[in-house]
């Protein structure tokens, strides 16, 4: 079956870095577009991020453009986000799942993995 394990979540300071990771398994992964999801304490879960199976496109929700970026290596089957200048906004459990864009569908929707939670605070 379908299981996704993010692992790389932390407590940060603002302006620092993480990187998170995502092992997947039980599909084809190459042939999935991958996306990052976050969701904060009392919010909608958002849109971070996606890239293609191919890891040549890549797309970014604006509040993280240019600070957080989305990477692939499909021998691995693990999807990357490396996160810069991070900000205490970005304090959210940070999920992966195997879609392009907000909405997941079929079995993707029913297997969320246990997310990794990131803090960015002083």
């Known amino acids: 079956q379908v299981q996704l394990v993010e692992s790389g979540g932390g407590l940060v300071q603002p302006g620092g870095s993480l990187r998170l990771s995502c092992a997947a398994s039980?599909?084809?992964?190459?042939?999935?577009?991958m996306s990052w999801y976050r969701q904060a304490p009392g919010k909608e879960r958002e849109l971070v991020a996606s890239i293609t199976g191919t890891g040549g496109i890549t797309n970014y929700a604006d509040s993280v453009k240019g600070r957080f970026t989305i990477s692939r290596d499909n021998a691995k089957n693990t999807v990357y986000l490396q996160m810069n200048s991070l900000k205490p906004e970005d304090t959210a459990s940070y999920y992966c799942?195997?879609?392009?864009?907000?909405?997941?569908?079929?079995?993707?929707?029913?297997?969320w993995g246990q997310g990794t939670q990131v803090t960015v605070s002083s």
């Open positions: 039980g599909f084809t992964f190459s042939s999935y577009a």
């Open positions: 799942n195997a879609a392009w864009g907000p909405v997941v569908v079929g079995v993707f929707s029913r297997s």
